[in-house]
Each structure stands twice: as structure tokens, then as C-alpha cells.
């Protein structure tokens, strides 16, 4: 099985968050939103957190991640209910949310160069690998289910035959 890079995303998250705020402030290109116009960087930022929060709760609510946060059983369940019902990612695509706050947040340009990196990062080092041993594991179900469910996300619900 493919090894995952020496860290978990939210460490990954932490180190673009940190190269947001670097990129801003060693060379911020040009301030395209100024305060307070800035302030609209709340509704991705708050809206990546619950994501997180109700993608935790899911895997939680399956047995999935124990008190102590560790993770257990993740060969035995496949989670498709709650936000994971809309995304196949939804921790992904809330943690992608809170980087483009704070892009947004800081207002200039140079920061946007992370924001793009930032999913294919996660497609490359971590999506794929676990699409693959999930695929492996679970078989048609989960081919099933990405035929239904988008891996970011989608208003669009394909409908199945």
C-alpha cells in the first residue's frame, strides 16, 4: 500500500496557512480588498469550519473516530451520510475554504499562488491514495458511490438508474 506523506492535512493546512501569511507579508503583490471589505473572508473561513465539524461528527457517529481522536475501523465502514452524502471530501474542501479566506483576509495577490497549489497538494499526496486503498477495500460499493457523490462538490445530484 502506498505510504501517506510523514504528516496529517491539517498539518498541511497549518504549514499554507502559514505560507499565506509569509506570501502576504514578505511580498504582498497588490491589495485587491482592503478593510473592511475584507471581512467577507469570515463567510468561507466559518463556513470551511463547519465542514469540518460535521465531517468529524459523521465519523464519529460511525465509530469511526474514538474519544481521543484516533482513528479506528476505517477498513470496516464506508462513510456516505451526512455531509459526505454531497462530498466525498468534505474535510478537504473545508480546509481548501479556510485557505481562500485567508486569502482573502489578508486582500492581496501573492497569497493566491497557495490557494491553487493547495487542492492539487491534496489530490496528489492524499486523495488519491485514498481513493485507491478505498477502492481496493470496498470494491463496487465505493465505485458506487463515487458514481454518485462529487469528490469536492456539487449542488448536482446524479440520480441513480
Not at 29 to 36: D, G, K, Q, R, S
Not at 80 to 90: A, D, E, H
Not at 108 to 135: C, D, G, K, M, T
Amino acid at each position: 500500500m502506498t505510504e501517506r506523506p510523514p504528516f496529517l492535512p491539517p498539518a498541511l493546512g497549518l504549514l499554507m496557512m502559514l505560507a499565506i501569511f509569509s506570501s502576504h507579508f514578505i511580498k504582498p503583490i497588490a491589495i485587491v480588498l482592503p478593510y473592511p471589505l475584507n471581512y467577507i473572508a469570515l463567510l468561507p473561513i466559518a463556513f470551511g469550519v463547519v465542514l469540518n465539524i460535521l465531517a468529524d461528527r459523521e465519523f464519529r457517529r460511525k465509530g469511526l473516530l474514538n474519544e481521543s481522536g484516533e482513528y479506528q475501523n476505517l477498513d470496516k465502514i464506508l462513510v456516505t451520510s451526512g455531509v459526505y452524502s454531497v462530498s466525498r471530501n468534505p474535510a478537504y474542501v473545508g480546509l481548501v475554504l479556510i485557505i481562500l479566506g485567508l486569502a482573502l483576509w489578508v486582500g492581496s495577490i501573492s497569497p493566491w499562488l497557495v490557494v491553487a497549489a493547495f487542492p492539487l497538494i491534496l489530490y496528489q499526496f492524499y486523495i488519491r491514495i485514498e481513493e485507491q486503498q478505498l477502492a481496493a477495500e470496498f470494491g463496487d460499493r465505493y465505485r458506487q458511490y463515487t458514481d454518485l457523490v462529487p469528490r469536492w462538490f456539487s449542488t448536482k445530484r446524479k440520480l441513480a438508474e
